[in-house]
């Protein structure tokens, strides 16, 4: 807990604060309900922190998110050249590559996942970026971060984050010294300058794509140790992603683009292709799961092995959660827009009526994190009355 210049006294129901005071810039740690005690592990420090997101290294020509190999080369030589007296940290901020966008791709692929990677590595398209990181983590007072996204969670796994060291650092003890893996969730937390800053990837708060890190530990636990495991139980972000986009993303290409899954994905794919409705709404319904596991990730639950109550119960019709989104997120009929030329033809409307926007969707609302919130939000969103 960092103990700011001003703090609000936080009782412990006694009526007696928990925090009472304050000396600025030293993290404390409540170690119980009336004792404090300082944080005795220090972060690390940078003078620079140079902070990429979302490269999604991964997939075959045509149909590959990330095409500047050569660009992001550059910038990161450049990183590596410049201050040569300084602390520079490169932290990529989750979905370094993209397991999703591979041939014959699976929600979750513990014994491909280190044969994909090599093709990864090996691909033209991505080669001078892997040279580039190598060379960045060769030079004194660089760091290499990394943070785990949702679109590469097999890096997690304790074989394959291995064999993307051994790779990042060409084998040089020194060199892999100098890279920082944070694969569990907890994100980045340092100190640059006089800041303290912490990065995460941000499906933390994404209940499409929210990530059970338990379950992920105990996948790599229990194959490592040459068990069997249950099977993994996919979000409804990868079931988008592998059972439809992947199809789709074919004939439109942009789609990989669209952001964010709720209001914008799945909104267009149905507009671009109605004979999808089944597929989309079957991975609507998955939602339903998934908005019990955002109310228990947010209770510390999330990674046990109940399920929550009427969970499974709780999925609904395909063409009926279509339904539901589809009015929650225009304000006219949905039916209005039964095919991608009427969508269009909409936007082309409204553009020639003076209206800025495309198409009139539903936002500006304030957004918070809090339990009751997000639970309604979500079950709203797919339909369900709670």
């Known amino acids: 807990m960092v103990c700011p210049d001003k703090v609000k006294p936080v009782a412990d129901g006694s009526g007696k604060p928990l925090v009472t005071g304050c000396q600025t810039g030293v993290d404390w ?36 998110i990330f095409d500047q190999g050569d660009l992001l080369a550059q910038t990161i030589d450049h990183l590596r050249d410049q201050s040569p007296n300084k602390q520079v940290a490169l932290l990529i901020n989750g979905d370094m590559v993209d397991f999703l966008a591979e041939d014959k791709a699976k929600y979750f692929d513990p014994i491909g996942a280190v044969g994909k990677l090599d093709r990864i590595f090996r691909d033209p398209a991505f080669a001078p970026v892997w040279d580039a990181l190598q060379r960045f983590v060769q030079k004194n007072k660089r760091t290499l971060i990394i943070n785990l996204g949702n679109h590469d969670l097999e890096l997690a796994l304790p074989w394959v984050r291995e ?41 933390e708060v994404d209940t499409w794509n929210v990530t059970d890190y338990e379950m992920l530990r105990r996948q790599g636990r229990e194959l490592n140790q040459g068990r069997d495991v249950k099977e993994w139980t996919p979000n409804a972000g990868a079931k988008l992603v592998i059972d439809v986009m992947n199809d789709i993303k074919r004939e439109y290409p942009f789609v990989d683009l669209l952001k964010p899954e709720v209001e914008a994905v799945v909104p267009v794919l149905y507009a671009l292709k109605p004979s999808l409705v089944s597929k989309i709404g079957a991975v609507m319904s998955v939602g339903t799961r998934l908005a019990w596991d955002a109310v228990r990730r947010m209770s510390g639950f999330l ?8 969970a499974e119960a709780a999925e609904v019709d395909p063409r009926q959660a279509m339904e539901s989104l589809l009015r929650e997120t225009f304000v006219t009929s949905p039916q209005q827009y039964s095919d991608a030329d009427a969508l269009l033809r909409a936007a082309e409307e409204r553009l020639e009526g003076g209206s800025t926007t495309s198409v009139n969707v539903r936002g500006g609302e304030d957004q918070y994190l809090g339990l009751p919130t997000t639970a309604n939000a979500h079950f709203r969103q797919l339909g369900v009355a709670r």
């Not at 409540?30 to 490269?55: A, C, F, G, N, W």
């Not at 020194?174 to 941000?202: E, F, N, Q, T």
């Open 29 to 64: 740690t409540v170690t119980s309900r009336t004792k404090m005690s300082r944080r005795m592990e220090p972060l690390s420090e940078y003078q620079e922190l140079h902070v990429i997101s979302d490269l999604h290294i991964g997939g075959v020509a045509p149909f590959q």
């Open 163 to 203: 064999h993307l060291l051994d790779q990042l650092s060409g084998g040089n003890d020194r060199a892999r010294g100098r890279i920082i893996l944070s694969l569990d969730g907890a994100g980045c937390l340092c100190r640059v300058g006089r800041a303290k800053v912490l990065c995460v990837h941000g499906n």
């Open 303 to 310: 990674g046990e092995e109940e399920t929550a109550p009427d």
